[in-house]
């Protein structure tokens, strides 16, 4: 009956144990893939957070290099998920799971150091040798610690003596991955010219020495970690030849030594990772805390139903940050109600540089710019923005549908974007498309998304400009991946397009000029000629007759 009682007693423990592992296993699996949707979502917000910052930050960082090398920095740790925040997102639970099994651990070693007397009495079973191997580990676990240290070290110069290498490879991977490069890189045969310049990257990179560093610290840890098993099975097996230990003591000791000596290196590594990282949460913060210089306002800007704006430039001086040189140089200039105006002259002449200024995404260096009277650093930076509709040369539309691109925004007014893309000259492609407005622009994220040649995409962002309805539209160059027809067409409905609205129009093609009321022509960053067309073309040796001159053969 004994026997069969001490059977039963057997077969139940072991089944309690097997139903406790399968439990504990199944919690885990469920553990881990909470974290690791945990991880996902944690990354994607991480993202968001700096693709916001970045949107919302002065313009004049975007253009900034020291701006770009940090983001690309970042985002170079971020995607490599061993440095940066999302490392910390990973080592803070590791480093709690390794203090809970080195306090389990240290739980099933309490009866390893029994004091009571064994069989044989001899160094191994004294408190000394219990002693000596706590120091052992104690003196392993600091070398791991110090060679962990100084392998982030020098991971850390790797990452940071290099931003360039970062910014690079970011841009060289869109630009090989963009589908427009791959036209030229075929026709062109730049492969062999990207990969030199990669490999120069590359090359010039202490890839090597950080691999060789890393596998002579790796292989030293891995030395100390033996070193410690093998004096700890030493250490128990001895003290169970001397009859200190049963036999199912000893298989619970080295299994708990084995765990305490694993999640302790694992703790000292984790700590030394989260010393690390938390400097590059440091330089994300630096990212995320980019002053903001530029001067908002507060004053609200008059919503006029006649449009009555007037801007003026008073002496205006401008050099883009870290230049020495001036874009603009005692620039005055004046824009009234209902004016087309037009602005011209050779590439950096400063067009360009006035429309930023206009639309606050730079302020003056000297000088001031107002509107009715009032500088225009006193308005709402929001408000003022309200007041223009800016189509920049180098424009960017998005791989969402068509209509949020005219609208620039989640909801669409249908009527009024394919009202504005008919004016704009899209309305024959738009009713080629079946699904209309919801038509996805470029195959991204859509299959059935349609590609747009550069005059398309011209007017698209035309309709945008239309779309938004505000009282001052800005053209920079908007003409120019027309053909001489759809330009032809887009100057004919000029007039119609912009209706009572100020409208400054930027171009090299002086054709353009007939159709404004003014012109104001550009030279070296200074305004030289102001007047319509017949005016400035009858000043002899003007900059306005040399510009005339030489695109005339174009125009006859």
Not at 113 to 137: E, M, Q, R, V
Not at 373 to 378: L, M, S
Not at 458 to 481: H, M, S
């Amino acid at each position: 009956l004994t026997g069969g009682a001490e059977a039963r007693t057997i077969i139940t423990w072991v089944s309690i144990t097997i139903a406790v592992a399968f439990a504990l296993s199944v919690i885990r699996a469920l553990v881990d893939r909470k974290q690791r949707v945990s991880e996902s979502i944690f990354h994607a917000k991480l993202y968001f957070l700096h693709s916001e910052r970045y949107m919302a930050f002065d313009f004049e960082h975007v253009e900034q290099s020291q701006t770009n090398e940090l983001l690309a920095d970042i985002e170079a740790k971020i995607n490599g998920n061993s440095l940066g925040i999302p490392r910390l997102y990973y080592l803070f639970p590791q480093l709690v799971t390794h203090f809970v099994g080195i306090i389990v651990a240290s739980i099933l070693l309490i009866g390893m150091f029994d004091t009571t007397p064994a069989n044989t009495a001899n160094f191994f079973t004294s408190s000394y040798t219990t002693a000596a191997l706590g120091g052992l580990i104690i003196l392993i676990l600091t070398l791991t610690l110090l060679v962990r240290r100084n392998e982030d070290k020098v991971l850390a110069q790797l990452f940071d003596q290099n931003p360039k290498m970062n910014t690079f490879l970011k841009y060289y991977y869109r630009y090989v991955m963009a589908g427009v490069a791959g036209k030229d890189i075929r026709i062109y045969n730049q492969q062999p010219a990207i990969k030199a310049i990669m490999n120069y990257w590359f090359g010039s990179m202490p890839w090597n020495r950080y691999f060789d560093y890393e596998g002579k610290l790796g292989a030293a840890a891995a030395a100390g970690n033996a070193l410690i098993g093998g004096c700890v099975y030493l250490f128990i097996g001895l003290r169970a030849l001397a009859g200190m230990y049963a036999i199912g003591s000893v298989v619970q000791y080295v299994g708990a030594i084995t765990s305490l000596v694993d999640n302790l290196t694992a703790f000292v590594y984790t700590c030394a990772g989260l010393k690390t990282n938390c400097q590059y949460l440091a330089q994300f913060y630096e990212f995320l805390d980019l002053p903001d210089i530029k001067y908002k306002g507060s004053l609200t800007t008059e919503k006029r139903i006649d449009n009555d704006y007037e801007i003026e430039f008073h002496n205006v001086s401008f050099k883009y940050p870290g230049t020495d040189t001036y874009a603009l140089k005692n620039f005055d200039l004046k824009l009234r109600v209902g004016q087309r105006l037009a602005v011209v002259g050779m590439n950096g002449s400063g067009k360009t540089t006035m429309i930023k200024l206009l639309c606050r995404l730079y302020d003056p260096t000297e000088g001031e710019i107002t509107l009715n009277g009032i500088n225009i650093k006193k308005y709402d930076y929001a408000e003022y923005m309200d007041l223009f509709a800016v189509v920049f040369q180098d424009f960017k539309l998005f791989a969402l549908p068509l209509g949020q691109n005219v609208a620039a925004a989640a909801q669409v007014d249908q009527e009024r974007a394919a009202l504005c893309l008919e004016k704009a000259g899209f309305g024959k492609r738009l009713q080629g498309f079946s699904q209309g407005l919801d038509t996805c622009l470029y195959k991204e994220f859509d299959r059935e998304g349609v590609e747009v040649s550069g005059g398309e995409a011209q007017k698209i962002a035309l309709a945008r400009a239309l779309y938004k309805d505000a009282p001052i539209i800005v053209l920079d160059e908007p003409t120019a991946a027309l053909d001489p027809i759809a330009e032809s067409e887009v100057y004919a409905k000029f007039n119609e397009i912009v209706k009572a609205k100020t409208a400054v129009y930027i171009s090299h093609r002086l054709s353009s000029c007939r159709f404004c009321d003014d012109i104001a022509v550009f030279h070296e960053g200074r305004l030289v000629q102001r007047g319509n067309h017949e005016q400035l073309l009858g000043e002899k040796g003007s900059k306005y007759e040399e510009l005339w001159n030489a695109q005339a053969q174009y125009y006859q």
